[in-house]
């Protein structure tokens, strides 16, 4: 019989929905019943993405007797963390806090009070490399909670009220100049791999933020060793096993220091954001392979990642059929010499091998392989490549496919309308900025209220009950000006605007200008959360600030400057210490001191063809964080076009920074030259 969870829209909690596990979702009326009954809460975290998550969900929350005994001693709360972004970051603080470590599954056993005692990751069903079993661990937490109530609850409490006191100094409220961005590319030249490419050693993550500051830094600057450590990284990614070599799109990150053998997974935001870099990068070096990467990491995620209601997904698992019926890590994509032989016939599958870093020995697990494009002397057919590569593909998509978490999360969305809108324009492929159309209008539709506030996820066309986390509102917003500037349609930046009055009105404290993850009027945890820190995606401060900056530069908003400035106070404290953990924070900055430019792009219709190439020059230019308006000069859709009149009848473009503007030109040439730094 299926449990609570079995009227919920998260995938995750729908894998969980046929558990003998008395599943609570987080809802006040979970932690009534542990007060009513007088037991400790269990609170499990994950996402549907998640291998381990799956692995102690079969060994332990599908076992009927570990089931009988959390339902008899606990209330069993589970979280996705995707859903609730902000139920994770307060309870993975404590764990890391506690531990020294954190990760999913999450464990931890909680009060009625939701006040944390103790806590874990992963536990398996019999003790095994140190670790107890999960069922030691619930019957040592239901010895204490039962014999030292009083030890729990100071326990509890000391934990509550040190996390209190980790406040963030906030380093002021003045934004990072030139001497703060070049100690922190010289601390990233420090942690730079110069063999393999990338920063710091395994498990390596695609470190797309900090490369966006990268070429960021050495658009305004002029710096080879930033360009050429964002080339070479970008380069050894797209040659690696991380890198889909048949089907496009990114996995999570590679177990090694030379971007080898992935963990399997495919998520939107890192697809989202790695299509955007590669595509900046492309727009800075003309790079072949940064385009071709670009583009077919865009086409994975329309082709593999829309879902029928116009957005896109979550993710891919990292786990599938491997035709016998065990699910298995990666076995969707590694191969052995003889599924290639299988596939092509002997001679396709020696050329396939030796292309693609295929071994007899392999370099994953039992003999199969991580498809790659290692370096090597002599030329291959690319037509026959390509056959080769089809023909994979063709065969590959007879193998039982990895799972999709099929819900929308805001904030990946308006990372991907963002990629999508700009790699369609750079590229000429309007079908890649109609994508980003109609998930943008997706996220109108159903994730906007009367009040213009966000609804964090929906699945199947029905909009979830979690609100909308800083994250959402900032990514969202930065989608909507990338379409902007892209469509030349008004209205884009106006729904921009209404997100982020929402930011300054309740996520921002007045005092310090210092940002928090939830609005001041969300549910009220044991900690309101604040991470200024870039992980997997920009943080929520980052991604507003950025946001921020650019609303300002396109409407010339007040208010909107002084808090972007503010917010990036906390770069200026962060960037030289640990800027591998602040990219997207950097790269704002770079805005900031680089204008950033305003272009407005005035003609006498979009379509017309000296307008549309003013309009793409002013795309394809590399001043960091530049704003493009285009239109007609009697147009109200954008206020950048206000009093730009054409030039001697010709379509103009008109150049500004810091309220100074150059001379408007007609001249793509031009326009060109004055948009690099």
């Given at each position: 019989?299926?449990?609570?969870?079995?009227?919920?829209?998260?995938?995750?909690?729908?894998?969980?929905?046929?558990?003998?596990?008395?599943?609570?979702?987080?809802e006040q009326e979970a932690f009534e019943e542990a007060r009513r009954r007088g037991v400790p809460v269990l609170l499990s975290i994950g996402y549907s993405a998640c291998h381990w998550c799956h692995v102690m969900a079969h060994?332990?929350?599908?076992?009927?007797?570990?089931?009988?005994?959390?339902?008899?001693?606990?209330?069993?709360?589970?979280?996705?963390?995707?859903?609730?972004?902000?139920?994770?970051?307060?309870?993975?603080?404590?764990?890391?806090a506690a531990t020294g470590q954190g990760g999913w599954p999450m464990t931890v056993f909680l009060t009625p009070d939701a006040e944390p005692f103790y806590f874990g990751t992963y536990f398996p069903p019999t003790p095994r490399?140190?670790?107890?079993?999960?069922?030691?661990?619930?019957?040592?937490?239901?010895?204490?909670?039962?014999?030292?109530?009083?030890?729990?609850?100071?326990?509890?409490?000391?934990?509550?009220?040190?996390?209190?006191?980790?406040?963030?100094?906030?380093?002021?409220?003045?934004?990072?100049?030139?001497?703060?961005?070049?100690?922190?590319?010289?601390?990233?030249?420090?942690?730079?791999?110069?063999?393999?490419?990338?920063?710091?050693?395994?498990?390596?993550?695609?470190?797309?933020?900090?490369?966006?500051?990268?070429?960021?830094?050495?658009?305004?600057?002029?710096?080879?060793?930033?360009?050429?450590?964002?080339?070479?990284?970008?380069?050894?990614?797209?040659?690696?096993?991380?890198?889909?070599?048949?089907?496009?799109?990114?996995?999570?990150?590679?177990?090694?220091?030379?971007?080898?053998?992935?963990?399997?997974?495919?998520?939107?935001?890192?697809?989202?954001?790695?299509?955007?870099?590669?595509?900046?990068?492309?727009?800075?070096?003309?790079?072949?392979?940064?385009?071709?990467?670009?583009?077919?990491?865009?086409?994975?995620?329309?082709?593999?990642?829309?879902?029928?209601?116009?957005?896109?997904?979550?993710?891919?698992?990292?786990?599938?059929?491997?035709?016998?019926?065990?699910?298995?890590?990666?076995?969707?994509?590694?191969?052995?010499?003889?599924?290639?032989?299988?596939?092509?016939?002997?001679?396709?599958?020696?050329?396939?091998?030796?292309?693609?870093?295929?071994?007899?020995?392999?370099?994953?697990?039992?003999?199969?392989?991580?498809?790659?494009?290692?370096?090597?002397?002599?030329?291959?057919?690319?037509?026959?490549?390509?056959?080769?590569?089809?023909?994979?593909?063709?065969?590959?998509?007879?193998?039982?496919?990895?799972?999709?978490?099929?819900?929308?999360?805001?904030?990946?969305?308006?990372?991907?309308?963002?990629?999508?809108?700009?790699?369609?324009?750079?590229?000429?492929?309007?079908?890649?900025?109609?994508?980003?159309?109609?998930?943008?209008?997706?996220?109108?539709?159903?994730?906007?209220?009367?009040?213009v506030r966000l609804a964090r996820t929906s699945k199947d066309g029905r909009s979830g009950a979690n609100t909308g986390v800083l994250e959402d509102y900032a990514d969202v917003a930065e989608g909507f000006l990338a379409l902007?500037?892209?469509?030349?349609?008004?209205?884009?930046?106006?729904?921009?605007?209404?997100?982020?009055?929402?930011?300054?009105?309740?996520?921002?404290?007045?005092?310090?200008?210092?940002?928090?993850?939830?609005?001041?009027?969300?549910?009220?945890?044991?900690?309101?959360?604040?991470?200024?820190?870039?992980?997997?995606?920009?943080?929520?401060?980052?991604?507003?600030?950025?946001?921020?900056?650019?609303?300002?530069?396109?409407?010339?908003?007040?208010?909107?400057?002084?808090?972007?400035?503010?917010?990036?106070?906390?770069?200026?404290?962060?960037?030289?210490?640990?800027?591998?953990?602040?990219?997207?924070?950097?790269?704002?900055?770079?805005?900031?001191?680089?204008?950033?430019?305003?272009?407005?792009?005035?003609?006498?219709?979009?379509?017309?063809?000296?307008?549309?190439?003013?309009?793409?020059?002013?795309?394809?230019?590399?001043?960091?964080?530049?704003?493009?308006?285009?239109?007609?000069?009697?147009?109200?859709?954008?206020?950048?076009?206000?009093?730009?009149?054409?030039?001697?009848?010709?379509?103009?473009?008109?150049?500004?920074?810091?309220?100074?503007?150059?001379?408007?030109?007609?001249?793509?040439?031009?326009?060109?030259?004055?948009?690099?730094?």
């Open positions: 019989m299926p449990n609570r969870l079995a009227h919920e829209t998260s995938p995750y909690l729908l894998q969980h929905a046929d558990n003998p596990v008395d599943w609570w979702p987080w060994e332990s929350f599908e076992d009927q007797e570990t089931a009988d005994y959390l339902n008899a001693h606990f209330v069993s709360v589970k979280v996705d963390r995707e859903e609730r972004p902000d139920v994770d970051a307060v309870y993975m603080e404590a764990v890391q490399s140190g670790m107890p079993s999960f069922r030691q661990v619930l019957e040592g937490v239901r010895s204490a909670w039962a014999d030292r109530r009083d030890e729990v609850a100071e326990v509890a409490g000391k934990i509550v009220r040190d996390l209190a006191g980790r406040e963030i100094s906030y380093g002021g409220t003045e934004a990072p100049g030139e001497q703060e961005l070049a100690q922190a590319l010289l601390g990233l030249t420090r942690e730079y791999d110069p063999q393999r490419g990338g920063f710091g050693g395994a498990p390596k993550f695609p470190p797309s933020m900090v490369i966006e500051f990268l070429l960021r830094h050495h658009a305004r600057t002029g710096s080879e060793g930033a360009l050429q450590m964002a080339q070479d990284t970008c380069e050894r990614m797209a040659r690696g096993g991380i890198y889909d070599q048949l089907g496009g799109g990114f996995a999570r990150y590679s177990v090694d220091r030379d971007w080898v053998i992935p963990h399997f997974e495919k998520m939107l935001y890192d697809n989202a954001l790695l299509c955007r870099m590669y595509a900046h990068l492309w727009r800075s070096t003309g790079s072949e392979l940064a385009r071709r990467v670009a583009l077919e990491t865009a086409d994975f995620m329309v082709r593999d990642l829309r879902t029928d209601e116009g957005g896109f997904a979550s993710a891919l698992d990292a786990d599938s059929d491997d035709g016998t019926g065990r699910h298995v890590e990666g076995a969707y994509y590694v191969w052995t010499p003889q599924q290639l032989r299988d596939a092509l016939g002997d001679d396709d599958a020696e050329l396939a091998a030796r292309h693609f870093g295929v071994t007899e020995e392999g370099t994953f697990e039992h003999g199969a392989s991580v498809l790659q494009l290692p370096q090597q002397d002599g030329l291959f057919d690319a037509e026959k490549i390509a056959s080769i590569r089809q023909r994979l593909l063709d065969r590959r998509a007879e193998r039982p496919a990895p799972g999709r978490d099929d819900k929308i999360v805001a904030a990946w969305n308006g990372l991907a309308i963002a990629a999508l809108a700009e790699t369609g324009a750079y590229f000429d492929r309007p079908d890649l900025v109609d994508a980003a159309l109609a998930a943008a209008d997706l996220l109108v539709r159903l994730h906007l209220d009367d009040q902007a500037s892209v469509t030349g349609e008004g209205v884009w930046l106006d729904f921009a605007g209404f997100l982020l009055d929402h930011v300054l009105a309740r996520f921002v404290d007045e005092a310090s200008g210092a940002l928090y993850d939830t609005a001041v009027d969300a549910e009220q945890l044991i900690r309101r959360p604040q991470d200024p820190t870039d992980n997997a995606v920009p943080s929520g401060w980052s991604a507003a600030a950025g946001a921020l900056l650019g609303y300002a530069a396109q409407t010339g908003a007040e208010p909107h400057r002084t808090a972007a400035e503010k917010a990036l106070g906390v770069v200026k404290a962060l960037g030289p210490r640990v800027p591998r953990f602040i990219g997207w924070g950097l790269a704002v900055a770079e805005a900031n001191l680089a204008g950033p430019r305003e272009v407005a792009i005035v003609g006498p219709s979009l379509d017309d063809g000296a307008t549309k190439a003013l309009h793409r020059t002013a795309l394809l230019g590399t001043a960091p964080g530049a704003v493009v308006a285009v239109g007609t000069p009697d147009s109200d859709e954008l206020p950048l076009l206000a009093d730009r009149p054409l030039v001697g009848g010709e379509p103009a473009a008109y150049v500004c920074r810091n309220f100074t503007c150059d001379a408007p030109t007609t001249d793509p040439e031009r326009l060109r030259a004055a948009l690099r730094s």
